[in-house]
């Protein structure tokens, strides 16, 4: 399929390609005429993809809670040639209380949400850098800016990504380099099914925890409002932009959602300015 004219082409590296959000963007940007490195973990995930578009989309196999994995494709991948735009999509939450946790399960969700991202993202900058810029984009969440019982884990990891992304904006904006959060709400990319869930304890059954869990065991895709499709678009958009924002909110879920925390935050900010200044030395 023949590229655009009236544009360059530009390589994507997109991780957690083989559904979701991470499939759509990998499409679009393939249907735009761009080129992608997108990384799977089934290997037969985007032989459709290979079939249509031939050598502008090229496949890595990678799993994220492997380090050494990470610095040989992004490796490989920049051997290929200079990359404009960097996706950290890959991710999933395990649902649960945090005692109910095990030490596996949160290691595991701050390796897959926070830790790769952390070293795909320091693997790009230089080669960025020295090239002129690139853009990078953190797929966070709107759990990434509020938090809710079940899910303190999965909000470790994108809280985590949320305040690295937006100290090394700052590093690196001189140098045209820009990273963007993309925080999305409820989306029909297939997250809700494949929610991974604690051994439930009955002493939480019946409180917050066990609510949620219920309400969350019968979430259908139907019931979600966000179209991935239109997502990716708009995600496409913003890396078209000369001066993209550091936050993107998207849904009226996350929209609604965002605005009542932080208003509840400067609220109860604002109520303690006096104890916050009575710590100071007197003169």
Known sequence: MPAPSDKAVRHWFVTGASGGLGR?????????????????????????LRETYGDRLAVEILDLTRPADVDTVVGRTLGSGPVDIVVNNAGYAIVGAAEEM?????????EVLLLAPMAITRAFLRPMREQGGGRIIQISSLGGQVGIPTHSSYHAGKWGLEGFTESVSREVSDFNVHLTLVEPGGTRTGFASALHYTAETDVYRDHAVGRIRRHLETITESDLPGD??????????????PSPPLRLAFGSDTYGAVRTALTERLAALEAQKDLAESVAFSH
């Open 228 to 241: 991935p499709a239109k997502l990716a678009a708009a995600v496409y958009d913003t890396t078209r932009h």
């Open 102 to 110: 095990t030490a596996a399960q949160v290691r595991d969700q701050i």
């Open 24 to 48: 759509h963007l990998t499409e679009h940007a393939l249907r735009k005429g761009d080129r992608v490195t997108a990384t799977v973990r089934r290997p037969a995930a985007l032989d459709d």
